[in-house]
């Protein structure tokens, strides 16, 4: 066990540029059996997004919304969006791009203005127009960034006054539980982030949201139904969903 532990971790850190690849063609099945998991959380944060009213006129005329996606993948919340969407892409991995636009066929209210291949913590006004878009969107990315305050600062410059955070992910799983402990050795060892391209087990994202300056944050935590203890998905059974919005004013 320790040996194909060890060999898988070996190779993930050799082959790096492989991960990636490997870790893209991968993603689609896995977002599958994750969204069959969490879609009642994802049916009501998404469902929120149908009441917004843009904050470009033009684009309030056609009944339409502008979104930017952070790590979007391989695009698992697309049977999700609003009908009418435009849609910005954040997402380091170039490989999943390919994916991405090959699922967007089958969601033709959502258009595609740009796919930035870029870490979050990077983007500036230039790749993205800050203040321009009704909503952000992050589905278990805020476990692998790694600047979470400047990916938090991403959300906020690029969402319009008063717009619309929603997000999901995995979050570490308070003590005296075991999984607490195994989530931290994973990470503290580096275990998990090298097979699974970065992603950190052991971040108390329900709290981190609520001091980086949002308006009206609320959060959820639930668990994912899990079938045996050894499931990869028994890791990251405690799961937070929620909402935050930017505040009208700087006052
Ligand atoms: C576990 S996948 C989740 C993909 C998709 N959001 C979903 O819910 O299935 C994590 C995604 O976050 C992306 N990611 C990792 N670090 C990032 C960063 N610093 N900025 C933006 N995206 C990042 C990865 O490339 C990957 O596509």
Redesign the pocket.
Known sequence: MWIILCTVVLFCLLFRSQRKRIFASL?TRT?MI?NEKVRPQKLEMFGQLKSIKSCDPKLRESNEIRILE????TG??FEFYPKNCRLVV????SF?EKFLRENAEKYPGIKIEKYVVK???EITNDDVKFGSFDAVVS???CC???NLSA?YQLVKNALTPGGRYIFLDHILHPPPAKLHYVQRFLDFTGIWGAIF???KLSRSLEKTVLNQGFDNVKTYTFYLETDTLLSIWSFVKIHVYGTAFKPKSNS
Do not use: F, K, Q, Y
């Open positions: 993603l977002s994750h952070i790590g979007a993948g698992a919340n954040v997402e380091p991995n999943c870490p979050a913590e589905t278990l990315v692998s960034v790694d990916t391209d970065g992603c």
